[in-house]
């Protein structure tokens, strides 16, 4: 039986603190290490959108793995639709359908969270340049991992900006420079294709994480300031140099000073001086879809939520 597991399932389903718990747990595992690299494999459609499948999603010791296919289309709402198909490492059985756009959102969000939790510093003002799902999870990840005591939102659109800060207890700014101005810890969540950021808007000591980088062409921080980085932490090295912020700065993976299971495992420090401004940049990896897929099927097995289908009847 394969188990469908809709977006409104998955919200019941999925619980941030356990989310981030798997996602950690991880980084730690060194997911690098399988046998099988996951692949990311994205082309441009004969209409206004993309596609991209990632697969396969394995951890070590897990006999599971998924297979994600995304469709991109930043007019429609949600601009993110896809299914991820979470199948059984033993014999293949499809064990669930699930929205892919809740599980992106959610894997994407508290990730950024815990990279940006471990580079961050001691801030507790925290500033978002896009108000949108992926931007809330991480405000919400953040909560969970260090206190927060102010919140500046700016998003092209005043009413999402408005509404995103009253779900959190924030304030709007006109700017993303102005955001930058007033946060010591800033998250860039955006369509954007040109630098939204300078190296003058950011002072020192400042942290950025650019999550609207996922592939070529989109660009959220100059050049000049992620050159400047004194800890630039990505991912996955060469995914970020061939779609991510590493690829829209045309530097190499090996500029890369970290990964982030490299800091959460300690084999790198992370921030060393107060006064650095340090920079994550993740595109996505495979492994983080099988975590939380895993973690929701299970859990609608243990409260019989979801639809139960036979594909092969």
């Not at 399988?34 to 692949?39: D, E, F, K, L, R």
């Not at 993110?80 to 992106?104: F, K, Q």
């Not at 190296?199 to 400047?228: C, I, M, N, W, Y």
Request: one cysteine or more; aromatic letters at 4%; hydrophobic letters at 45%.
């Amino acid at each position: 039986m394969t188990t469908i597991l809709t977006r409104g399932d998955l919200l019941t389903l999925l619980d941030p603190g356990a989310c981030l718990d798997a996602l950690r747990e991880g980084f730690a595992a060194d997911p690098g290490t399988t046998a099988v690299p996951g692949q990311r494999i994205r082309t441009d459609l004969p209409f206004p959108g993309t596609a991209t499948a990632l697969l396969p999603g394995l951890l070590p010791g897990v006999e599971a793995y998924t297979v994600k296919v995304n469709a991109k289309f930043p007019a429609a709402s949600p601009a993110l639709r896809g299914v991820i198909c979470l199948h059984d490492g033993a014999d293949g059985e499809l064990l669930a359908l699930l929205d892919s756009a809740t599980i992106t959102a959610w894997r994407t969000g508290l990730a950024a969270a815990l990279g940006t939790h471990a580079l961050a510093g001691e801030s507790d003002v925290v500033g978002v340049v896009g108000a949108g799902a992926q931007a809330d999870l991480v405000v919400t990840g953040l909560r969970r991992l260090r206190p927060v005591s102010d919140l500046v939102v700016h998003d092209l659109s005043p009413e999402r900006a408005a509404a995103f800060a009253d779900r959190h207890g924030g304030r709007v700014a006109g700017s993303a420079a102005e955001v930058a101005a007033r946060a010591g810890i800033v998250v860039l969540a955006t369509w954007s294709r040109t630098p939204l950021l300078d190296l003058p808007d950011v002072r020192p000591g400042r942290h950025l994480t650019t999550l609207g980088v996922d592939e070529p062409g989109k660009q959220e921080l100059s050049p000049a300031l992620v050159r400047a980085a004194g800890v630039l932490a990505v991912d996955d090295r060469p995914l970020a140099a061939a779609m991510g912020v590493l690829a829209a700065t045309g530097l190499p993976a090996g500029a890369a000073h970290a990964t982030l299971g490299e800091i959460l495992r300690g084999d790198h420090p992370g921030r060393t001086d107060p006064g650095q401004i340090t920079v994550y940049g993740p595109v996505g990896l495979p492994w983080q879809d099988l975590a939380l897929s895993l973690l929701a099927y299970r859990e609608a097995g243990r409260r019989g939520v979801g639809t139960e289908i036979d594909f092969l009847a």
